[in-house]
């Protein structure tokens, strides 16, 4: 196992993390952490770890303690090594997440190096499946679904994060919805148990996903919902033309780059759209379209995006969603719901 604590605790120049040092910070050169068998763990393990070079924001503070696992039998080894009280946080592209300033306590484990499997799965004679690792990239499986000539996933490729991401809020854009096409998946628990699941498992709702409540004779053996990561999904598809999938995926990235600040660091949409409404209306409605926080603004492209400009701390971009919230709650009496995650230590 490589642990690059050291280095990470001297050169890190961002914002200043308001943890204490990890109780394995000084011993990071020679500590080998194993796994339940005895054998040690593959991955690299990192203290004090900037989360602002993992996420899409390019802002906010540090992580106790990362991991970056090799694959995925290393995942569920180093699952089952962690104490039962030390905090997991699962992450692959971070598109959807702020860690604030004063960092993030417990453990971060990034799968998208680790879990990066992608083929075909035989879902049955009427069409065909992609079968995807959750530290797969999105648009990565809607072209890989076109290249081998099936349809229904071309709106993957306008959502920035992973499988895991999707699967976990049900992202979706142009019309599509990653649950519209999964037929099943596998998750993990932190004690490093494998599950197979169905949608049936889940209430499943816009940009909103969690485990259903288990009868009373499984709730001892079941990891609550907040436990439980999803490590690959099934997608099923329609036999289509790659030509037409290419070209729908050509149109919608057309489409949103002409309509989203993409040449700046931001997260995407900051708020599910309410009901018969857009959340980008009524942000823009109340007049804060292109307002500045620090060295972030709520974009002037489209209102339901907040970018950083260069220099934003996580405090700005946290600042700007809640005068948002506030604004239009005021205005209009609709409570916005938020589509990215905010997490840590302010």
């Given at each position: 196992m490589r642990t690059d604590a050291a280095e990470n605790w001297q050169?890190?120049?961002?914002?200043?993390?308001?943890?204490?040092?990890?109780?394995?910070?000084g011993i990071a050169e020679t500590i080998e952490t194993v796994n339940e068998t005895g054998k040690p763990v593959r991955g690299e393990i990192r203290l004090n770890e900037p989360m602002a070079s993992h996420v899409s924001w390019?802002?906010?503070?540090?992580?106790?303690?990362?991991?970056?696992?090799?694959?995925?039998?290393?995942?569920l080894?180093?699952?089952?090594?962690?104490?039962?009280?030390?905090?997991?946080?699962?992450?692959?592209?971070?598109?959807?997440?702020?860690?604030?300033?004063?960092?993030?306590?417990?453990?971060?484990?990034?799968?998208h190096r680790a879990l990066r499997e992608i083929r075909l799965d035989h879902l049955g004679a009427r069409g065909g499946g992609v079968y995807a690792e959750?530290?797969?990239?999105?648009?990565?499986?809607?072209?890989?679904?076109?290249l081998n000539e099936l349809a229904?996933?071309?709106?993957?490729?306008?959502?920035?994060?992973?499988?895991?991401?999707?699967?976990?809020?049900?992202?979706?854009?142009?019309?599509?919805?990653?649950?519209?096409?999964?037929?099943?998946?596998?998750?993990?628990?932190?004690?490093?148990?494998?599950?197979?699941?169905?949608?049936e498992d889940y209430e499943i709702d816009y940009r909103h996903v969690q485990l259903k409540a288990e009868g009373e004779r499984r709730k001892a053996e079941a990891p609550h919902p907040s436990?439980?990561?999803?490590?690959?999904?099934?997608?099923?598809?329609?036999?289509?033309?790659?030509?037409?999938?290419?070209?729908?995926?050509?149109?919608?990235l057309k489409r949103r780059i002409a309509t989203q600040p993409l040449s700046e660091p931001n997260a995407g949409s900051v708020f599910r759209n309410p009901k018969g409404d857009y959340a980008a209306r009524l942000i823009e409605a109340c007049g804060l379209k292109g307002r500045v926080m620090g060295d972030a603004m709520i974009s002037d492209k489209h209102?339901?995006?907040?970018?950083?400009?260069?220099?934003?701390r996580a405090a700005d971009i946290e600042a700007l969603i809640l005068l948002a919230e506030k604004a239009v709650r005021e205005k209009f009496g609709i409570a916005l719901e938020r589509e990215v995650r905010i997490v840590g230590d302010a």
């Amino acid at each position: 196992m490589r642990t690059d604590a050291a280095e990470n605790w001297q050169t890190f120049t961002g914002h200043p993390s308001s943890l204490i040092p990890h109780p394995w910070y000084g011993i990071a050169e020679t500590i080998e952490t194993v796994n339940e068998t005895g054998k040690p763990v593959r991955g690299e393990i990192r203290l004090n770890e900037p989360m602002a070079s993992h996420v899409s924001w390019r802002a906010g503070g540090a992580a106790q303690t990362a991991y970056f696992p090799v694959d995925l039998d290393d995942l569920l080894g180093f699952l089952r090594s962690l104490p039962a009280g030390e905090p997991v946080h699962m992450t692959g592209l971070g598109s959807n997440l702020l860690v604030r300033d004063g960092g993030l306590r417990g453990t971060v484990i990034f799968t998208h190096r680790a879990l990066r499997e992608i083929r075909l799965d035989h879902l049955g004679a009427r069409g065909g499946g992609v079968y995807a690792e959750a530290g797969v990239a999105c648009p990565k499986v809607a072209r890989y679904a076109a290249l081998n000539e099936l349809a229904g996933a071309e709106f993957l490729a306008g959502i920035p994060g992973t499988v895991g991401g999707a699967l976990a809020m049900n992202a979706g854009c142009y019309g599509g919805e990653t649950w519209d096409i999964v037929a099943h998946v596998l998750t993990v628990d932190r004690t490093g148990k494998k599950r197979a699941r169905t949608r049936e498992d889940y209430e499943i709702d816009y940009r909103h996903v969690q485990l259903k409540a288990e009868g009373e004779r499984r709730k001892a053996e079941a990891p609550h919902p907040s436990e439980e990561w999803f490590i690959a999904a099934s997608f099923r598809l329609k036999r289509g033309s790659g030509a037409e999938s290419r070209s729908k995926i050509t149109e919608l990235l057309k489409r949103r780059i002409a309509t989203q600040p993409l040449s700046e660091p931001n997260a995407g949409s900051v708020f599910r759209n309410p009901k018969g409404d857009y959340a980008a209306r009524l942000i823009e409605a109340c007049g804060l379209k292109g307002r500045v926080m620090g060295d972030a603004m709520i974009s002037d492209k489209h209102a339901n995006f907040i970018v950083n400009r260069g220099g934003a701390r996580a405090a700005d971009i946290e600042a700007l969603i809640l005068l948002a919230e506030k604004a239009v709650r005021e205005k209009f009496g609709i409570a916005l719901e938020r589509e990215v995650r905010i997490v840590g230590d302010a």
